[in-house]
């Protein structure tokens, strides 16, 4: 009959025809064995702590709800501000000196020991603190801990004077220039190339390379401690520069805000990329801004950054 003769032509096998059957059901069994276990294998579950679940949540309405990014982003700016002002609610404040606490007695008086470390790196290798405000120039420190903790600062530094420079010697006065002395030549940070850079001395072709890089990215320099963050960059450098560097914040390449894209903005390294991107968004659904301050409003700049940033934003 003709059902058998399809049967036999289409479901009869060879020897080598039924060992690779063998072998494709055998995966496929292995396959579904494994689907299985990990199915319905049990888990190890982990306990997650009240802050972790918070940030947990705040990242998963960040990636399913990017619509409301503003909101919860400030949602999660209130929780992280109020756990910070509970903790600071339980500081024990106490008269202290910046210029010589330690970390233990910051990491007292609420600051968490990274910030404690970078103040006393701050006042070792740039400069002491003369007056309580000058704190609010540590990289990332809170701006309402340091208002907080200005009561209480006692800086027994006083701050030095200027020192003028003259010709004139404590009991003697020279007539005209010394023929003998070279005369020293002040460079301007955002203007010196490699090589006026490597003629003061104790800059070397690393520093001024590297100097020269950081210049270009941040475009220009606005205040000679932005120095600092040269990698590497030691104490007999900085003294150097301080003596024979000035620096012309004229010359400082302005980002217009309401201009920009996303790439311009987000190169820029003050920024990372998520806030040059809110700051655009923001732009688009509020309209142009009418100061740099505004960017304060879309809740993803801190103060710190802020005073930053704020030299190389403007507003047409």
Same mark, same amino acid.
């Given at each position: 009959m003709w059902w058998k003769r399809v049967v036999r032509n289409y479901f009869t096998f060879n020897t080598r025809e039924r060992r690779g059957l063998l072998v494709l059901m055998s995966f496929l069994f292995l396959l579904i064995s494994v689907h299985l276990y990990l199915k319905f294998s049990p888990t190890e579950r982990f306990e997650l702590s009240v802050e972790e679940s918070e940030r947990l949540d705040f990242i998963? @309405?960040? +990636?399913?709800?990017?619509?409301?990014?503003?909101?919860?982003?400030?949602?999660?700016?209130e929780i992280k501000h109020s756990s910070t002002a509970k903790d600071r609610s339980k500081v024990n404040w106490k008269s202290f000196d910046p210029n010589s606490a330690n970390v233990e007695l910051f990491m007292h008086l609420g600051l968490d020991s990274f910030i404690a470390s970078r103040i006393i790196n701050y006042r070792e290798k740039v400069k002491p603190f003369y007056e309580p405000e000058d704190m609010l120039v540590v990289y990332d420190i809170d701006s309402i801990w340091v208002q907080t903790a200005i009561p209480y600062m006692d800086i027994k530094l006083e701050k030095p004077k200027?020192?003028?420079? @003259? $010709? *004139?010697? *404590?009991?003697?006065?020279?007539?005209?220039?010394?023929?003998?002395?070279?005369?020293? +030549?002040?460079?301007?940070? $955002?203007?010196?190339?490699?090589? @006026?850079?490597? $003629?003061?001395?104790g800059i070397g072709g690393y520093f001024a390379g590297q100097i020269v890089e950081l210049r270009e990215a941040l475009g220009g320099f606005y205040h000679l401690e932005q120095l600092m963050e040269v990698y590497r960059m030691n104490e007999t450098a900085m003294d150097a520069l301080a003596l024979y560097s000035y620096i012309d914040s004229s010359k400082v390449k302005k980002i217009d805000l309401n201009t920009c894209g996303v790439e311009q903005l987000g190169q820029h390294p003050y920024l990372s990329w998520r806030q040059a991107r809110i700051i655009v968004n923001y732009r688009q659904q509020h309209? $142009?801004?009418?100061?740099? &301050? &505004?960017?304060?409003?879309?809740d993803v700049i801190p103060d710190s950054v802020y005073r930053k940033i704020a030299p190389y934003l403007s507003v047409e």
């Amino acid at each position: 009959m003709w059902w058998k003769r399809v049967v036999r032509n289409y479901f009869t096998f060879n020897t080598r025809e039924r060992r690779g059957l063998l072998v494709l059901m055998s995966f496929l069994f292995l396959l579904i064995s494994v689907h299985l276990y990990l199915k319905f294998s049990p888990t190890e579950r982990f306990e997650l702590s009240v802050e972790e679940s918070e940030r947990l949540d705040f990242i998963a @309405s960040r +990636i399913y709800a990017p619509e409301k990014e503003d909101k919860s982003t400030q949602q999660f700016d209130e929780i992280k501000h109020s756990s910070t002002a509970k903790d600071r609610s339980k500081v024990n404040w106490k008269s202290f000196d910046p210029n010589s606490a330690n970390v233990e007695l910051f990491m007292h008086l609420g600051l968490d020991s990274f910030i404690a470390s970078r103040i006393i790196n701050y006042r070792e290798k740039v400069k002491p603190f003369y007056e309580p405000e000058d704190m609010l120039v540590v990289y990332d420190i809170d701006s309402i801990w340091v208002q907080t903790a200005i009561p209480y600062m006692d800086i027994k530094l006083e701050k030095p004077k200027e020192k003028s420079f @003259s $010709n *004139k010697k *404590k009991g003697k006065q020279e007539f005209g220039p010394n023929p003998m002395k070279k005369p020293v +030549i002040m460079v301007d940070l $955002n203007m010196a190339d490699t090589n @006026s850079l490597m $003629n003061i001395r104790g800059i070397g072709g690393y520093f001024a390379g590297q100097i020269v890089e950081l210049r270009e990215a941040l475009g220009g320099f606005y205040h000679l401690e932005q120095l600092m963050e040269v990698y590497r960059m030691n104490e007999t450098a900085m003294d150097a520069l301080a003596l024979y560097s000035y620096i012309d914040s004229s010359k400082v390449k302005k980002i217009d805000l309401n201009t920009c894209g996303v790439e311009q903005l987000g190169q820029h390294p003050y920024l990372s990329w998520r806030q040059a991107r809110i700051i655009v968004n923001y732009r688009q659904q509020h309209g $142009n801004y009418q100061a740099s &301050e &505004e960017i304060l409003s879309t809740d993803v700049i801190p103060d710190s950054v802020y005073r930053k940033i704020a030299p190389y934003l403007s507003v047409e």
